[in-house]
C-alpha cells in the first residue's frame, strides 16, 4: 500500500505535473494537488490503484474546474476493480480510478453556461406527485408528503429564452437504469449502494440535460467522462470498464446528442436532422432556435 501510495505522491510532485495543474488553476492548483492526496491517503483501494489513473481522473476535475472533495458533491475519484491480461496472457485484476460526476457538478457546469434560469433536482416522496403526463409535463406539489417513502426522482430546468422541461423517473426506473448502464449497481461498496440518493438524483438530471438542455463543450466533456476510466483528460480519451456494453443504437444517439451540442450552425443541424428521433426532437430544435437566434 506504502509503495503505491508513494508512487501517486512522487507523481503529483513532479514539476511537469504541477506545471500543468497550475495552468489549469492558477493560484488553486496546490490546494486541489493536496485535496486529491488526502483522498487517496484516506481510501485503501485508491491507494493501491494505478497513480496515472488517479492524475488523469484529478486532471478531469481541474479541465471542469470543479474541486474533488467527497464532503462537497462536485466530482469524484473512485476505485474500481478490472480485469487484464499481462503480457503473458494470464488475467489478473488491478485497481484503477475512475472520474464521476456528483449532481452538483452538472448544476454547476450549467450555470456556468450562461443559458439556465432554473436548475434542479430532488428525491419525490409519496404524495408530492399530483400530476404525471410525459407528454405535458409533471406537476408536484412538496408540501403534500405523505411519507418519508421515496417514489422517484425528478430534475428540472429552464433555459432564460422560456423554454423548460421535466423528467421524472421512479425509484424501480432508476434502478433498472443503474443495472443496465454500470456493472458496480449491484457491489456493495459502489456509490449505487453506499448513496443511492445522491445516484439517483444525479442519473434522473444527467439524463434530462443530455436530452433536452443545450449541452456546453464543458457539459459535453463531463457527460462523456462521467464513470469512465480517463486515459487523456486533455484529449478526452475514456475507457468505460464499469459500463455494460451498450446497443448500437444507443452509441448512435450519444453521438447524435453530441453532434447536436456541437453544431455552430444552422447547416450543422441539417446535415444531421434526418437521423433525429422522436425523443431528441426537443433538444434538436432547442439548438435550432438558439442558432437561429444567433443568425438573425
Do not use: C
Amino acid at each position: 500500500m506504502e509503495k503505491n501510495q508513494l508512487t501517486v505522491k512522487t507523481l503529483f510532485g513532479k514539476d511537469t505535473v504541477k506545471q500543468k495543474f497550475t495552468e489549469m488553476l492558477g493560484k488553486k492548483s496546490q490546494g486541489f494537488i493536496t485535496s486529491v492526496l488526502q483522498i487517496v491517503s484516506q481510501n485503501s483501494l485508491l491507494v493501491n490503484a494505478d497513480p496515472n489513473s488517479v492524475l488523469q481522473s484529478a486532471m478531469m476535475a481541474a479541465t471542469l474546474d470543479l474541486p474533488l472533495n467527497n464532503n462537497l458533491g462536485f466530482a469524484y475519484i473512485v476505485p474500481y476493480n478490472t480485469k487484464y491480461k499481462d503480457e503473458q496472457g494470464i488475467q489478473r485484476t488491478k485497481v484503477v480510478a475512475q472520474f464521476q460526476m456528483g449532481y452538483k457538478g452538472f448544476i454547476q457546469l450549467a450555470q456556468r453556461s450562461g443559458q439556465f434560469k432554473t436548475i434542479a433536482s430532488a428525491p419525490i416522496h409519496e404524495g408530492q406527485l399530483i400530476e404525471q403526463n410525459p407528454l405535458t409535463g409533471f406537476v408536484f406539489d412538496f408540501t403534500q408528503k405523505t411519507s418519508d417513502k421515496v417514489i422517484g426522482y425528478a430534475a428540472f430546468f429552464q433555459l432564460l429564452n422560456g423554454f423548460e422541461k421535466t423528467l421524472y423517473l421512479t425509484v424501480d426506473e432508476i434502478k433498472k437504469h443503474g443495472g443496465q448502464y454500470s456493472k458496480s449497481f449491484t457491489h456493495v461498496s459502489g456509490l449505487w449502494n453506499t448513496n443511492f440518493d445522491s445516484m439517483a438524483t444525479k442519473t434522473v438530471l444527467k439524463l434530462l440535460l443530455s436530452k433536452f438542455a443545450p449541452m456546453s463543450i464543458e457539459m459535453q466533456k463531463a457527460s462523456i467522462s462521467d464513470q469512465g476510466v480517463v486515459i487523456d483528460a486533455e484529449a478526452g480519451e475514456v475507457e468505460y470498464v464499469d459500463h455494460v456494453d451498450v446497443t448500437d443504437t444507443d452509441k448512435a444517439q450519444e453521438r447524435l446528442i453530441l453532434m447536436i451540442g456541437d453544431a455552430k450552425t444552422l447547416e450543422d443541424l441539417s446535415a444531421i436532422e434526418e437521423h433525429i428521433e422522436p425523443e431528441l426532437f426537443d433538444l434538436f430544435n432547442n439548438k435550432k432556435d438558439e442558432l437561429t437566434k444567433k443568425s438573425a
